[in-house]
Each structure stands twice: as structure tokens, then as C-alpha cells.
């Protein structure tokens, strides 16, 4: 199992924050492994999608698919420490794994 720690931003807190940013402690965490199914919680209870819905299953199956592989399931943990809808990019954290399309290292082993 592999677990990630993902920051809060402070770039949607309004004009400058871009650019200037400030250092923020809250932090989002994925625990994942591949399974023969898809198994997704919330580790504090959080109401999310525990189906292909979820935005981070949905950005896993896109970096396996980047990488030449089939996702057949997926074990999911997820801990949601960044406040939803205060501008702290708590829906980003979702994401993440979303970078690889763009990244350099597309098309590269994975």
C-alpha cells in the first residue's frame, strides 16, 4: 500500500495568493493498492463516492492508462483534513495524480 500526502494551496484565496502563496499545515492522504475490486472509504467519515465516481479513483485509472495499464481495482483510504469550499484547494487534492498527463515524464516507464 502507498500512501500520499498532498498540501493545501493557498492560490483560490483571492488576488496575490498566486503569487505570493503562504505556508499552509493541512493536508489531504490517500492510502492505496491495487485489488481484484474497487473498495473506497473515508477514513473520518467523510460522505464521498465509493464507485468509479470518485475523483481519485477516476485520477488513478487516468495515470495507469498514461503508464499502459488496466486498473482492476483499487483499495482507496482517504483522510480529508483541507476544509471543503474555503479555498484551499481541497477538490485539487483530488486530482493530483492528474499531473502525470502533462507532466515529462508522459510516455515514460512507469
Known sequence: MIKIQIPATSANLGAGFDAL????????????????KIDITAADGLDIPT???NLIYISAKDLFAVCGKKLEGLRLIQTSNIPMARGLGSSRTCGSEQNAR???HKGRSC
Do not use: F, K, Q, V
Not at 502563496?21 to 493498492?33: D, K, R, S, V
Open 21 to 36: 502563496g503562504l505556508a499552509l499545515t493541512y493536508y489531504n492522504y490517500i492510502e492505496m493498492e491495487e485489488c481484484d
Open 102 to 104: 502533462g507532466s515529462p
Open 51 to 53: 464507485d468509479e465516481r
